[in-house]
């Protein structure tokens, strides 16, 4: 009986954790987009440079929690393919949110996975490429 609500539970997860893949692209293409239009109209500013960080930002606490849901696809597909620990009193089906708060880090925690999420090179980049771009452009260029 555990088997199919763990294979729901992988089913629905798995189709959040794509759809939060598709949406940071989507992030980073606004970021694109912002800078791409300041570069068009000519209005580079401090405002331009802030929306790139926000966005950056943004996109590192959206990385995050796709993030939470790939810790709980690993733990159902180690369930899945391990048909013994099915048995095991622990084993229950729709327990994201209760996992995750039972192992929530303080606010202090929180700040540093965003932030050290926002480092990886998969999130950085391009955002730290079109910052780059935008303060060459600011403080050399002018």
Request: hydrophobic content about 50%; proline content about 4%; some cysteine.
């Amino acid at each position: 009986m555990k088997k199919p609500h763990l294979a729901a539970e992988w089913s629905l997860l798995q189709n959040q954790f794509d759809s939060y893949e598709k949406y940071s692209l989507l992030i980073k293409l606004a970021n694109i987009t912002i800078l791409a239009t300041a570069y068009f109209t000519d209005h580079f500013s401090a405002f331009i440079l802030c929306l790139l960080l926000i966005l950056w930002l943004q996109d590192a606490i959206w990385k995050t929690f796709q993030s939470r849901i790939d810790v709980r696809l690993l733990q159902l597909e180690a369930y899945l393919a391990n048909e013994d620990q099915l048995e095991k009193p622990d084993v229950k089906a729709y327990q994201f949110n209760s996992l995750y708060l039972k192992y929530r880090p303080s606010s202090v925690g929180l700040i540093k996975e965003y932030l050290s999420q926002a480092l990886r090179p998969t999130i950085a980049f391009p955002h730290l490429l079109l910052i780059v771009v935008l303060g060459f452009k600011l403080f050399f260029i002018a």
